[in-house]
């Protein structure tokens, strides 16, 4: 590990960055695993090794989410070049003094502007990822970064012993909501049993109500009640049940109402929370491959690999195309970094994987 780790990581645990390591332009040297892959690598992540979010109207902009699902998938491929690059990236740019991580980031000409405030989930996945590359990799200074996020995460981050969504990172202000769709269990695990947000977490899922099949979306700390949209979002409810796997909670109603609707047509971005009906008549990648890991949770190896198939289909399937391999409206060019990233991470899960991002 250390012929390839920035000699700058002795200053890292000081939680400042020597000024004179910059990150690596990320190396292209090699043939991507995956078709999304390459797409990734030659439209969104750029020379810096920062992941914009889009290649149109938010090409400047860099979100701590893009940071964490691609630190996943390097450890789980066992890049280790590329994970030491991009933990640069993180201490670089997005690592705050209060060792919370921003959650956005935008250029304006040479500057690189930072969001004033983090995103629980964001930070919970960078965690899980350096935990692991401690490991892979027998690197014990990413468990040292691990450790500092997680004590601030923990700490200044939590209400009433449960996470909450975002803070503050300069007045410490916090929510008092909590997505439940953050509640990575995998994440938890990782964090000071001290802290009780292990516990605490899998409770809030088994008391939070369902309504039909859907499950709540958040819990407000303060006034100790659960949310529901009326309109549904698949990938928040996806999200959902996938935690409620992780933590062997039971999804059963869920898991109908997606089998049934799968077999009746596409899965719609959106539902109707009474009626049960689309409200849209768009499909998300993001909502297939979030589907791809819940199956898999479930154990529904084959059902997954259907799904995979049904999610192949909606990227760019041209090899004379720039943009083949890609999750992107060619004609509009629009596309996002999450709807590429999770049909990278699912490839890889499915291939001989085990992160759930």
Not at 140 to 148: D, I, K, M, V
Not at 198 to 227: C, H, M, R, W
Not at 288 to 305: H, K, P, S
Not at 325 to 353: C, K, W, Y
Request: hydrophobic share 40%; aromatic share 12%.
């Amino acid at each position: 590990m250390r012929n390839f780790f920035p000699l700058f990581l002795s200053c890292l645990l000081l939680l400042s960055a020597c000024s004179e390591e910059k990150p690596k332009a990320p190396p292209q040297d090699y043939e991507s695993e995956f078709p999304v892959e390459a797409f990734i690598r030659t439209h969104l992540l750029i020379e810096t090794g920062l992941l914009r979010t889009n290649i149109t109207d938010r090409q400047n902009e860099f979100l701590s989410e893009s940071l964490g699902l691609y630190l996943l998938f390097l450890v789980e491929r066992d890049r280790e070049r590329e994970f030491a690059d991009q933990v640069v990236v993180l201490t670089e740019y997005f690592l705050d003094e209060s060792n919370l991580v921003a959650w956005r980031l935008e250029q304006k000409d040479e500057a690189i502007l930072t969001s004033p405030v983090n995103a629980w989930i964001d930070d919970a996945r960078i965690i899980h990822a350096l935990y692991l590359a401690a490991k892979s990799f027998d690197e014990p200074t990413y468990a040292e970064l691990a450790n500092n996020i997680s004590e601030s995460l923990t700490t200044i981050a939590t209400e009433e012993g449960l996470p909450v969504d975002y803070v503050d990172l300069k007045t410490k202000e916090s929510s008092d909501i909590l997505t439940l769709s953050y509640l990575d269990e995998a994440a938890l695990k990782l964090m000071p049993a001290s802290s009780n947000l292990y516990s605490n977490s899998k409770n809030l899922l088994v008391e939070a109500p369902t309504d039909g099949p859907f499950f709540a979306k958040a819990y407000s700390i303060q006034n100790q009640t659960y949310t529901f949209d009326d309109e549904i979002n698949m990938i928040d409810q996806l999200y959902v049940a996938l935690r409620y796997e992780q933590f062997n909670l039971a999804t059963d109603r869920f898991y109908t109402f997606f089998k049934e609707s799968f077999e009746m047509g596409p899965i719609y971005g959106r539902y109707n929370r009474s009626n049960r009906t689309p409200t849209v008549t768009y499909e998300s990648q993001a909502v297939y491959a979030l589907a791809v890991f819940y199956l898999l949770e479930r154990g529904e190896d084959e059902f997954a690999e259907v799904v995979m198939e049904r999610l192949r289909d909606l990227a760019v399937q041209d090899e004379s195309s720039e943009y083949n391999g890609g999750f992107i409206d060619v004609m509009t060019q629009h596309t996002h970094s999450f709807d590429n990233l999770l049909p990278l991470l699912a490839e890889g899960r499915l291939l001989d994987g085990y992160i759930v991002p």
